[in-house]
T-cell receptor
Framework: RKEVEQDPGPFNVPEGATVAFNCTYS??????FFWYRQDCRKEPKLLMS???SGNEDGRFTAQLNRASQYISLLIRDSKLSDSATYLC?????????????FGTGTRLKVLA | ETGVTQSPTHLIKTRGQQVTLRCSSQ?????VSWYQQALGQGPQFIFQ???????GRGNFPPRFSGLQFPNYSSELNVNALELDDSALYLC??????????FGPGTRLTVT
């Protein structure tokens, strides 16, 4: 089983739709969680950190469920420019060390 | 722009050769992490440097090594290149416990 698992997609949605991605992780000691966005042949760009209480940034909402070991990303009112691969990241390092584990990413295509 | 720069942009090497990739971190960041991203995969963590010391390592063999300098810039060295080392190599900088910001990457092709 992979340490961080994501549905690779692609998720094809019309403009204006709401879409949600989940990501599961296997290490219950994982300390911090993030969502990154990656456009084709570009570097990953930080979308948002994921806090225990959940957090929202405009059209994007991230949730963490430690009991079930998953994080989610919700995108409301999808735009064409949201088309990208969304990477889930888990830090499984302990005692001051850091080991960031990326999922393989979920591809999103927003259609006109 | 993140302020993280990497050089070179592209590189072609022959199997068995050695390569050095460079990364300049964003101002104020003291931590640099290196990742390998093969086509269609997520980035794989190679190692992290904090204040010139290795501070975490992924499942990469010892022929992958690194350095961090007093100005927090960093190098990734790969010895005895193999065909499977062909990938995008990404560097990310951060303040220690905070989010990482990636550079544009170096695309390495091993023939």
């Amino acid at each position: 089983r992979k340490e961080v698992e994501q549905d690779p997609g692609p998720f094809n949605v019309p403009e204006g739709a709401t879409v949600a991605f989940n990501c599961t992780y296997s290490n219950s000691a994982s300390q911090s969680f993030f969502w990154y966005r990656q456009d084709c042949r570009k570097e990953p760009k930080l979308l948002m950190s994921v806090y225990s209480s959940g957090n929202e940034d405009g059209r994007f909402t991230a949730q963490l469920n430690r009991a079930s070991q998953y994080i989610s990303l919700l995108i409301r009112d999808s735009k064409l420019s949201d088309s990208a691969t969304y990477l889930c990241v888990v830090n499984k390092g302990v005692a001051g060390t850091y080991k960031y584990i990326f999922g393989t990413g979920t591809r999103l295509k927003v259609l006109a | 722009e993140t302020g993280v720069t990497q050089s070179p942009t592209h590189l072609i090497k022959t199997r068995g050769q050695q390569v050095t990739l460079r990364c300049s971190s964003q101002s104020g960041h003291n931590t640099v992490s290196w990742y390998q991203q093969a086509l269609g995969q997520g980035p794989q963590f190679i190692f992290q440097y904090y204040r010139e010391e290795e501070n975490g390592r992924g499942n990469f063999p010892p022929r992958f090594s690194g350095l961090q300098f007093p100005n927090y810039s960093s190098e990734l060295n790969v010895n005895a290149l193999e065909l499977d080392d062909s990938a995008l190599y990404l560097c990310a900088s951060s303040r220690r416990e905070y989010e990482q910001y990636f550079g544009p990457g170096t695309r390495l092709t091993v023939t």
